[in-house]
């Protein structure tokens, strides 16, 4: 898999005839960290009960692991200033399917005792399965408590079709306790085949057929409240790019 250089189209959309999967080298220059990280507060893990204990992350479709390593430090914010928040350990795996965009991710890690990040691909159920079990095993645990995935749903979507969209919710659903989920809106489908129709590939033809279609979000949280015990607790806000962080919770 070869990571690819992104450009910002007049909708500062992704140009996804340069990168099939969303795997661009360089999507930090035109949507840096900042971007999410201002709408998530700081006292995330505290506000949800995870002040004091080992907490587990997982971050999906982590690119380059800018965002990841980012939000690590956000929300560990004043562990070193000796706050009143008690002190806990942090351990975030981050994966990606693109092997050259983790790479870059491995190489510029700057906590590699308490972030790892690993070539992996969601949608191969069985591997994915068995790798994240052996991770949250070795501490003991069954789940993540917090799994992030930001921009990743239309990637998966446009790629493999309605069921594995419902497919991946359930799964990130079944992860971890609580899933922070950034879903990118239909007009940025409409942006990803337009821009693949110029370029004259077919890669996302059945786009058209595509049935679960609109307003992304709200098909996201139908599924994960109706079909995955998950309930919605909170929603950050929209990003500069107009798309909304909720957060969910396992019931
Ligand atoms: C638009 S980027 C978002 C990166 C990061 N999550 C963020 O928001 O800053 C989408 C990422 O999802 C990854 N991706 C797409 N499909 C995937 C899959 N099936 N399994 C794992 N990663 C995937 C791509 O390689 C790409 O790095």
Known sequence: ???????????????????????????YSFNPP???????????????????ERVLILDVGCNSGDLSVALYKHLLHDEASGSDFPQREVYLLGFDLDQDLILRAQNSNPFPQNIQFIPLDITDDAKSQAVLESYVGKFGCLRFHLCTCFAVTMWVHLNHGDAAFLSLLSKLASLCEYLLL?????????????????????????????????DMAAHAREHLENQCSMELVQSFGNTTWDRSLLLFKRR
């Open 34 to 52: 900042e971007n999410r990280l201002s709408l998530i507060p700081e006292t995330l893990l505290e506000n949800i009960g995870l002040g004091s």
């Open 182 to 214: 950034e879903a990118q809106p239909w007009k940025c489908y409409r942006s990803a085949a337009r821009r693949l129709r110029k370029l004259g590939r077919s890669d996302f033809d059945h786009f058209k057929t595509l049935e679960i279609r609109g």
């Open 1 to 27: 898999m070869e990571a690819h250089v992104a450009h910002v189209n007049e909708e500062e959309n992704e140009d996804p005839g340069a990168a099939p999967y969303g795997n661009f080298i360089n999507y």
